[in-house]
């Protein structure tokens, strides 16, 4: 999370999905295993094994943190038919149809941590991000589909977005890619806004550059923002299938203090060498330069890079990472939705029964919801408390928690009365 109010910059990974080969695990020794109905037994069977090594990467002993994952009778990724969630953004699907299956015709188990599920990482893990990818790729196997490496800054001293966008239409740049998409787009939360977009590369091939406004795009899915954050740029590098595999492999490189092989590095020797890679995989995709390359017969010789664009990939290269900030919460996105859209009709029952009575009614709704309290909720809950630096509740836990707040407006009401 930034802590640092000055804080100008940020580099982190935001998206990672690879496909695990079960046949690549040695599981012959009994194993703790998920049933149908999401209760954890002790079986010999591949599968199962499979997603319960994977799963301790995330949670070590998921067996007592019930509250942090459940299982997912319904797999939502095409060809896997089951799956496990942790804490409603780290997926691993499995039970794979044929289609699923590697060349060789192994049959494998999807794993997918969209960005909260980075965020939620970083929180609840006990390694670090380097780690997670040595031991996905060497022990278990892995083959990345997706790699989203991001930078972020938080200032416009070099420049915004729609000076980006006149460097590309005026060929001032040399990149992989000679295609470019400049979207605009309203943003109507409590006043419209303009959210700016550039894309370098085409979506359909296996990297492209999207540069945007990140914090319009979290005001309009009613999330947070810190107050001092004034601008917020995000560059998201997004590498699939071939690329992924490569950006995974260099940054298994970070965690070592020569390449591949060596002493492990400190954390902060992790963190700069994370920088420098992520300084030349943006220089290597993007070179914006002080003319139009048309100008000239060789442009990546013959013209100098932008000023503006050097001095921010220096910044880049002494980037002291933190962690990502304000995490993207499903909760909290819940309750910015209820307090801009529910509002209205809340403040008309208060006038209608007065605050008495519409306090008690409003309890009521939430205490007859309480045996329908599934474990997705509670994961939910969880990862934001999670985020404020609070412990999780058991579902047992959670209960009593609803027992004890029923019972002291009971007690309170009775007083009243």
Known sequence: MYNNKALESNVFNDWLSCTIPISHIDSHNLMSVIDKNGEVKVVNHDENSVVMKILSLFLPDYEHSKGMWYYMPFGSKAGY?????????IHIYFEGSPSTHRKDGSSTIFLELNGSGCRDFETISKIDMFDLLYYLIVDYGAIFTRFDNDIDIFHDKYFTIPILVDKCSKGEYVC?????????????????????????????????????????????????CELWVNVWIRFEMRFKH???????????GCRFQNGHDGELSTIEERNAAYARLTRG???????????????????????????????????????????????????????????????????????????????????????????NFSDKDLAQVNSERLRKGLPSFSMDEAIEKFKYIKQKYDVLDAIGE
């Open 81 to 89: 038919s089951s799956g496990v969630c942790v804490l409603e953004s």
């Open 176 to 224: 992989a890619s000679d295609y470019f998409d400049y979207r605009r787009r309203n943003f109507s939360c409590d006043y419209d806004v303009i959210g700016e977009s550039l894309y370098i590369g085409s979506e359909a091939s296996d990297r492209y550059l999207l540069i945007y406004d990140k914090k319009l795009e979290r005001i309009s899915n009613g999330q947070q």
């Open 242 to 252: 071939e690329w992924a595999q490569r950006v995974a492999l260099a940054i298994i």
């Open 281 to 371: 995989l943006l220089f290597a995709f993007i070179d914006f330069k002080s003319a139009s390359r048309y100008s000239v017969a060789n442009p990546s010789r013959d013209l100098d890079t932008w000023i503006p664009w050097k001095k921010f990939l220096c910044d880049v290269d002494k980037i002291k990472l933190t962690r990502q900030a304000q995490k993207e919460s499903t909760i909290l996105s819940l309750k910015n939705w209820a307090s801009r859209s529910v509002s209205r009709c809340l403040s008309m029952f208060l006038l209608l029964d007065g605050d008495d009575e519409f306090s008690k009614e409003m309890l009521g709704y939430a205490f007859s919801r309480i045996d």
